[in-house]
């Protein structure tokens, strides 16, 4: 069972930024593609941005393109999404997600991601 811990959410005003980090446990975390999803208060989850393996890859829904950055360390087993110029649009829970197959390719869809973080909010005032 692989383990999943968000974190480097909290309160900022628009126009700022925060940097959240998801730490894996186990030893195959350089195998897999990982993404980050967000949760808005009655929405639905939505598709943020994923990183494959190897970080030599990566890819952003439209609306943080630009904005956000997705990396990953694989020596520490951690994923980390720099967020700037963050807007009141962008509060939500966001969490991380470990895709199902090694080796895979980035994808936006929940379905091919297999295990999840419990999430960490983020909130931008205006």
């Known amino acids: 069972q692989v383990q999943l811990v968000e974190s480097g959410g909290g309160l900022v005003q628009a126009g700022g930024s925060l940097r959240l980090s998801c730490t894996a446990s186990?030893?195959?975390?350089?195998?897999?593609?990982m993404g980050w999803f967000r949760q808005a208060p009655g929405k639905e989850r939505e598709f943020v941005s994923a990183i494959n393996w190897n970080g030599g890859s990566t890819y952003y829904a439209g609306s943080v393109k630009g904005r956000f950055t997705i990396s990953r360390d694989n020596a520490k087993n951690t994923v980390y999404l720099q967020m700037n110029s963050l807007n009141p649009e962008d509060t939500a829970v966001y969490s991380c997600a470990r895709s199902y197959t090694a080796f895979e390719m980035v994808a936006s869809t929940q379905l091919n991601y297999r295990y999840w973080g419990q999430g960490t909010q983020v909130t931008v005032s205006s």
């Open positions: 186990g030893r195959t975390f350089s195998m897999y593609a």
